[in-house]
């Protein structure tokens, strides 16, 4: 499984970002996928998560209702639109996957099995 992780930046409080990952490799019948993020100094934290097949979704408190997480199953390729950005959202983005679940969930970083590498979200004042 290979994921790869694009679309960071540099924007101002109050702006928007969509991020996305590209997904290849996929052979499971059932997974999870998801966005982490680790801000500088401290740990790797959920994002929010999708299931790839029922589309159920979940988010971290600090992200619902300004973040958005979709697929599109055809191109294989996982979202999060990022809306109402604040500097506290200035972190590194890490997509990942976890096969064998079928329902979205709050992921612990230890339960993914596959990362790819992160981009940089950088939201200014």
């Known amino acids: 499984v290979q994921l790869q992780a694009s679309g960071g930046g540099l924007v101002q409080a109050g702006g928007s970002l969509r991020l996305s990952c590209a997904a290849s490799?996929?052979?499971?019948?059932?997974?999870?996928m998801g966005w982490f993020r680790q801000a500088p100094g401290k740990e790797r934290e959920f994002v929010a998560a999708?299931?790839?097949?029922?589309?159920?979704?979940a988010y971290a408190d600090s992200v619902r209702g300004r973040f958005t997480i979709s697929r599109d199953n055809a191109k294989n390729t996982l979202y999060l639109q990022m809306n109402s950005l604040k500097p506290e959202d200035t972190a590194v983005y890490y997509c990942?996957?976890?096969?064998?679940?079928?329902?979205?969930?709050?992921?612990?970083?230890?339960?993914?099995?596959?990362w790819g590498k992160g981009t940089l979200v950088t939201v200014s004042s």
């Open positions: 490799r996929l052979t499971f019948n059932s997974y999870v």
């Open positions: 990942a996957a976890r096969d064998g679940i079928t329902s979205a969930q709050v992921m612990g970083v230890r339960s993914m099995n596959y």
């Open positions: 999708i299931s790839w097949y029922l589309g159920s979704t």
